[in-house]
Each structure stands twice: as structure tokens, then as C-alpha cells.
DNA sequence: AATGTTGTTGCAAGAATTTGCAATAAGGAC
DNA sequence: GTCCTTATTGCAAATTCTTGCAACAACATT
């Protein structure tokens, strides 16, 4: 199936349009599959699609993150990076050395629970990103 | 107890000094006793310290953070946040209209102990922030 | 296929954040 | 108090990110 094909649908459901612009952003973050920050992003759709800008990459990753197209998340340096969306996840970062892995969110869930329980928020829904030491930086 | 005489000596039995700038920003954050961004914690700073610059600002707060004297965390858009370093705590903000609740860091320890648990990693301690649908919001 | 509406983009300018490096000054040693 | 070492800062420039607005183009309608 074409990303067109397969995104396309998503945002005319919700009365936004498919553009060249979005649809190269989409394949970008499609074929890469891990994260990339928005300037990766750039660098990357504008050889697919050349006059592409700065402010609609920057624009548009804001626009399919609120719609859901594609998930933001923090690197260990306050900045964001974006991915397509797909399973449902989290990380863990290394303090030390930035490795990174992914957690199910099965084991948030019960904390999703917790939170909504305790605080009447409703619709918890985060793609967060934890901090720690890694196994091998463990040992030294 | 003054800022100094409770910050200055974290700091030097780690082998760093205090400075003018590093007092000032901590008496900043201190005092108000919130998240402040980068800019804020400048403009609020520059007054007390003139001459202070931005650069200091963003490598100090970047610091502080590091060495467990403030604390960062991730307001709605992306950007870093930071306020001094007191009980630990988490955060809920509202997607909609981006009201911000605390929540202890209790309610988290069990997932704590999970993710360690699964993954191997140690020493997790995040500052959270978690996105939902606050109760008013939720109304409409 | 032509038309109209309005969601989107590029451009230019501005604001926020980062980086390299030389000058400065904190604090330990004497 | 003076001297030294080197952590820290200010400055200038570069980079990244944001914003306003006029031109453009997606796509529903005819
Ligand atoms: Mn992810
Ligand atoms: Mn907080
Ligand atoms: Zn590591
Ligand atoms: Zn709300």
C-alpha cells in the first residue's frame, strides 16, 4: 500500500488536505522508522522534493503529531523528534550514554489507570520518555 | 538559610564553583517557586545580576539541571522548563486548554520498579509529564 | 473541464538557542 | 594577602525554530 494511498484518507476525513509537502514528509518518517528531528526531517524531503522549507517541515510534523499521523517525543536534550505512528510505545534513555530502548506501553497501563483515577484527567495518552543508567554503563 | 550557604557547598564538593550568575539564577527559581523558561529565568535574573547574558542563562540552567540542583521538564509545545529541585513530583498538563496539575511521585513507584524490573536499566528518575483532557475540558 | 473556496505553502524577518574562543575570576595553595 | 590553576563567563557569530502575510493550489462543486 502507497503512503498516499494510506494517509491520504486520514486527513480528508477530517477535512485537511493531502499535499506534496505532507505526503513527502509522511514517507520520509514512513521509511525511516526510528526518530528523526524535524531539521533530519528537512534534510532528508527536500532531496524527495526540492523548494520544500524550513517552516512547513516544522509546520507540518506540528500538524500530523495533533492529528495523530505521527508521534513527538523528547531526546535527552529537550528537543524534539518525531516518528511515524505506529504500536503504541515508550522509552527509556541512558543518562550517560543516550542509548535508547522501547517499553510496551502495556507496562504503563496500569499507571494510565492510577493517574486517571487520582487526578479526573481523561484521555492520558503520552509517548513518554524515561531516564536512567543502562546496563553498561552500569559497570563502569 | 541563605541560597548561597545551601547551594554553594553541593556544588563545590563536586568540584565546581559558585558564581555570581549561578547564585542569582538559583535565587530566581527559589523564590518563584514554578517553572520558568529560559528567557523568563534570564529576564527575571539580568535584573538582579546586570550584565548577565543569555548564554550563561541556557549553560547554567543546563548545568544545575545536570548536577540534580534544578530540575527540567517538558512544557506542552516541546520546550524545556525548568524550577528549582524540591520533592519530587510529576506533572499532567491538558491537551486542550493546557492546564497543569502535580502529581507525587508515589503514584509512579511502582512503575518504577516495573521498568527496572524489565529493563534493565537503573537510577530511573524522570520528571514526567503526562497530556490528557482535564476535568473542565472535558465538559465541552 | 472550468470555477471558487479556503486550507497550505514559501518568503522574509524575527526570536530563541547553541557554539567557539579569548578574557575573566573562583578558590586552593602558599 | 598574593599567586596559580582552570572552571566559567561574555562576546560575536552561527544555527535552529517561529511568525505574519501574500501567493498558491487541493479538491469540492458545477
Ligand atoms: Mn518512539
Ligand atoms: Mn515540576
Ligand atoms: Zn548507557
Ligand atoms: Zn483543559
Known sequence: MTCSARYAPQLRARGFRMTPQRLTILHVLHHEGTHLSPLNVFKKAVQELPGLTEPTVYRTL???????????SHDGSGHLTYEIAAADHHHI?????????????????????????????????????????CPNCQRQ
Open 62 to 72: 506540528e500538524f500530523l503529531a495533533q492529528n495523530g499521523l505521527v508521534r513527538s
Open 93 to 133: 534513555v541512558c543518562r550517560i550514554c543516550k542509548a535508547e530502548i522501547e517499553v510496551e506501553h502495556s507496562l504503563l497501563a496500569p499507571l494510565y489507570q492510577t493517574l486517571e483515577a487520582a487526578s479526573g484527567f481523561t484521555n492520558i495518552d503520552s509517548h513518554v520518555t524515561f531516564f536512567g543508567v
